[in-house]
Each structure stands twice: as structure tokens, then as C-alpha cells.
């Protein structure tokens, strides 16, 4: 089996967002097909870790990202174990990666989860251009680069000049590989669960409420969407899920009144994307692919999301089950909403064979490109 090193310069274990999510999951599936060791930091909860060999050589955030001494025993390791391939997680600790290439004869591959200069542009963060300069210089240095998207791998190649034929397209993977057989059950159990009418249409939005574009996501819920929902008429409960909700918004309790529900972090979030009939996406900034995006659609769940929030994902592999409107057009949102409430059709087959991890990974080794 291949020797691999990856590097991760954040905790990651447990994954508390979509991003963390994806790369335990990366690891793992990696992991379960050749010889992986992970370089990470001292927080995570190695416990949960299954196919790989963890490695806690970094230092907590935000110490790791200039953990000269976590690198001296990254370069060690490595020599130490003839290992010809190394993987970096993010550009952000990428100098790790660069150094060790020039002191040694490795394979640097950067696994990229973003442009991430643009999401900080649009964030709104002063430095984001530093952030540019930086992200070229390293990104420039790789052997390979896993893009999560044809829209990241397009931006490198014709505006930032990378070399196209070191960019493959990585998606984000989901675990599953067909439809899922207990959507009803599923809907059955979240509905006793909180009180919820089954026959009505369950809507769903999930996320990391602190992070801002989600919380920008929340206020277009609560303020363009729902009102227009309720002018409609339109029987339904929605179920808002996720940590770090605004404490101004107390719970939403002033929203119960209108079939809102905030159910606070689920520790099972693929029982709830299997249980809603509608996922609403009306993310506006951020950039990048939204995850929680593919893992509602991996759950044939019907999604109605901005065009912004649709970024990266695959519009011919999702059918009828993705609706895309104009960013901020909440009118023609909510009629997406109406229309799709009674929509049966299921997600395409090619959706899994593009999305599912283990085909993922084995397309990545079965082409040698690590």
C-alpha cells in the first residue's frame, strides 16, 4: 500500500461543520485504502479515528500555523519512514508543505476547500489580498492540487495561472451510495420527536449559525422568506438546526407561532436531511461549495438554493431535485418552495457515483495521481 502523509493545521475531531466533516471523512476513506498518517493538532479526539494512523505534532490553534517545531518532527517522521507523498490540507499552513519539498524528494499535493482569498473578499476581511499572494505562492509550488469543484479548478488555471494539468477535480463526498430507504420513517421519528403534523411539508435549514454567511442565511429565513410563506398560505413546518444561533434570537421562540422550530447542534443530522422534504440553501456570501448542500441532496431531499449557494455542485448529476433562483430573489425562492412541496421524483444515479467517497478515492488512486 502507498505511504501517505496528510497535514491538517486545525482540530478537525469532532467535526462540528461541514468543512471539518469533510476532510475526517477524506482521511478516513484514504485511509482505509493505503498507508495514511495524519499530522494534526493536540486537540483532536483521535478515538473516533478508524483507518489511519494519527499524529499529534502541532500545537492548538492558532499556534500550528507557524509551528516551526511541529514541522522539524513532520520532516522527521518522513525521513524516518520513507514516505514520498504528502498531502496539505488548506494553503493557510501551505510554507509546511513548500519547505518540505525542497528538503526533501516528495510529492506535494495541496487539498483545497476554497479559493479561500475570495471567501475572505467576501467576508469582508482587509488582509484578504495578502491572502491572494500567499495562496498563488504556495499553490504554484504544489505537484498536484485537489480542487473541490470544475468552478475552483477553472479560477486557478485562468486567473490565478496555475498549471492546469497538475488540478483535478475533488468533490465533497457523502457516504452514501444510493437512496436512502427510511425517509419515512425517518420523517415518522422527527415528527413525534418534536410535536411536528407529518402531513405537512418538512423544511429544513442546517448549518454553523456563527459562521456569518450562515447567519446571513438565517435573517434571509426569517425575514424575506418566511413572511412570504405565510402571505402564501402555506401549511408547513421548518426545523432550523445547528450551533451557535445568535442569543439575540432567543431560541426563536418568537418564531413558533409560525411552524419555526430550532432544535439546537442534532447529533445525527443525516436522520434529520432524511426526514425534511425541502432543504432551503439561501446562502448569499461565503463563497466555495456548501456541503451541507450535497449532503441534503445524497439524502434526496428536494433543494431550493441560490444560485451563490449552488456553487460547485454538480447541476446535472442532482435532475429535478436542485432548484436554483437569482441571489435574492425571495419571490420567485418561495415559489421554488411552493411548487417543489409535493415533489416525488428521486435524485439520478450518477449523483452517488460522482459524490460517494469511496468512488471518490478510487479514482484518485486508480489514476496514480497520488
Known amino acids: 500500500m502507498k505511504k501517505i502523509l496528510d497535514i491538517v493545521s486545525y482540530r478537525y475531531l469532532p467535526s462540528i ?3 471539518q466533516k469533510s476532510i475526517a471523512l477524506f482521511l478516513e476513506y484514504l485511509g482505509a485504502a493505503s498507508e495514511l498518517y495524519v499530522a494534526g493538532t493536540k486537540n483532536n479526539d483521535n478515538s473516533r479515528i478508524k483507518h489511519y494512523k494519527p499524529l499529534s505534532f502541532l500545537s492548538k490553534n492558532p499556534v500550528s500555523y507557524i509551528d516551526l517545531w511541529g514541522w ?6 518522513i525521513l524516518r519512514n520513507e514516505i514520498k507523498t504528502v498531502i496539505v490540507e488548506h494553503p493557510y499552513i501551505g510554507w509546511m508543505g513548500v519547505l518540505l519539498k525542497f528538503t526533501l524528494n516528495i510529492q506535494l499535493i495541496f487539498h483545497t476547500h476554497n479559493i479561500e482569498y475570495l471567501r475572505f473578499k467576501s467576508l469582508g476581511k482587509w488582509w484578504w489580498k495578502i491572502m491572494k499572494y500567499y495562496e498563488y505562492f504556495v499553490l504554484k509550488n504544489a505537484d498536484k492540487i485537489f480542487c473541490i469543484s470544475q468552478e475552483d479548478l477553472d479560477w486557478m488555471t485562468v486567473k490565478m495561472g496555475i498549471q492546469k494539468s497538475k488540478c483535478i477535480v475533488v468533490p465533497y463526498g457523502i457516504v452514501q451510495n444510493t437512496i436512502p430507504l427510511d425517509k419515512e420513517k425517518c420523517k415518522i421519528n422527527i415528527c413525534k420527536r418534536y410535536d411536528l403534523d407529518y402531513n405537512k ?4 435549514f442546517n448549518g454553523l449559525l456563527s459562521y456569518k454567511p450562515n447567519e446571513e442565511a438565517l ?3 426569517l425575514n424575506e422568506i418566511l413572511p412570504r410563506m405565510i402571505e402564501a398560505k402555506f401549511d408547513f413546518n ?3 438546526a445547528g450551533k451557535g444561533l445568535n442569543p439575540a434570537l432567543n431560541d426563536l421562540e418568537s418564531y413558533k407561532g409560525s411552524n419555526v422550530l430550532y432544535a439546537g447542534f442534532v447529533d445525527d443530522i443525516d436522520e434529520l436531511f432524511k426526514a425534511a422534504d425541502i432543504f432551503l440553501n439561501p446562502v448569499i456570501s461565503g463563497g466555495g461549495v456548501k456541503t451541507k448542500l450535497i449532503e441534503a441532496l445524497g439524502m434526496n431531499c428536494t433543494c431550493i438554493s441560490t444560485e451563490a449557494g449552488a456553487i460547485g455542485v454538480d447541476k446535472y448529476a442532482c435532475g429535478n431535485k436542485l432548484k436554483i433562483v437569482t441571489n ?3 419571490s420567485s425562492f418561495v415559489t421554488q418552495i411552493l411548487d417543489s412541496s409535493k415533489l416525488i421524483e428521486n435524485i439520478p444515479d450518477v449523483f ?3 459524490y460517494n467517497w469511496r468512488n471518490i478515492i478510487k479514482e484518485i488512486l486508480n489514476t496514480e495521481i497520488i
Request: charged content about 25%.
Open 72 to 77: 522539524i518532527k513532520i520532516r522527521k517522521f
Open 201 to 204: 411539508p418538512l423544511l429544513l
Open 219 to 221: 435573517y434571509n429565513i
Open 17 to 19: 461543520s461541514g468543512g
Open 328 to 330: 435574492k430573489d425571495w
Open 238 to 240: 421548518l426545523i432550523i
Open 352 to 354: 452517488y457515483k460522482s
